[in-house]
């Protein structure tokens, strides 16, 4: 089993849709959690990260923890072409010494069309 | 600020050769990472450093890989020697304290 599982898409929404998002993780101790996307050629950069239970809102963009299920989550609402892009889910595991060591999904592949 | 500089941005050499790649963190970032990317294995660390350390480099793939960190704002990812399976873009981050990664642009790397 993976550490951090996505499932690759590529998911399609049409434009103004909720594209949503998700993660499973393996390890329960996980303590952070993060979303970064990454468009074709480009390096990831951070849109969100949670580190408690519940949802967590920043514009268009939500993401959802559940511990107990060991799933988090990313809700892209409105979607927009420029949304498309590849999507990272990224875990903190609990045996990382503090120093934010990351373990990475493989990504989820969106693709918005007008 | 400037974020993360790599070089070189591309690197198209030959099997055998050695390849040196080069990270530049954000200025008062205390922690570096490197990362490999592919398409078969995602995005995986290789090793990372706290304080020009190196804390752990379980990722680093075999003893082809070596990495330094000699000063606070200069780190080396070399391979010698290099393979075609070790073609790939390769990502430095940096970060302060608890705070959350910045990647730089990434090296993408073609062994012939």
């Known amino acids: 089993q993976k550490e951090v599982e996505q499932n690759s898409g590529p998911l399609s929404v049409p434009e103004g849709a909720i594209a949503s998002l998700n993660c499973t993780y393996s390890?329960?101790?996980?303590?952070?959690f993060f979303w970064y996307r990454q468009y074709s050629g480009k390096s990831p950069e951070l849109i969100m990260f949670?580190?408690?239970?519940g949802d967590k809102e920043d514009g268009r963009f939500t993401a959802q923890l559940n511990k107990a299920s060991q799933y988090v989550s990313l809700l892209i609402r409105d979607s927009q072409p420029s949304d498309s892009a590849t999507y990272l889910c990224?875990?903190?595991?609990?045996?990382?010494?503090?120093?934010?060591?990351?373990?990475f999904g493989a990504g989820t592949r969106l693709a918005v069309h007008p | 600020d400037a974020g993360v500089i790599q070089s070189p941005r591309h690197e198209v050499t030959e099997m055998g050769q050695e390849v040196t790649l080069r990270c530049k963190p954000i200025?008062?970032?205390?922690?570096l990472f490197w990362y490999r990317q592919t398409m078969m294995r995602g995005l995986e660390l290789l090793i990372y450093?706290?304080?020009?350390?190196?804390?752990?480099d379980s990722g680093m793939p075999e003893d082809r890989f070596s990495a330094k960190m000699p000063n606070a704002s200069f780190s080396t990812l070399k391979i010698q020697p290099s393979e075609p399976r070790d073609s790939a873009v390769y990502f430095c981050?940096?970060?302060?304290?608890?705070?959350?990664?910045?990647f730089g642009p990434g090296t993408r790397l073609l062994v012939l």
């Open positions: 949670i580190y408690s239970n």
């Open positions: 390890d329960r101790g996980s303590q952070s």
């Open positions: 981050a940096s970060k302060k304290g608890r705070e959350t990664q910045y």
């Open positions: 200025s008062g970032h205390n922690s």
């Open positions: 450093f706290n304080n020009n350390v190196p804390i752990d």
């Open positions: 990224a875990v903190n595991p609990m045996f990382s010494g503090g120093y934010n060591k990351l373990i």
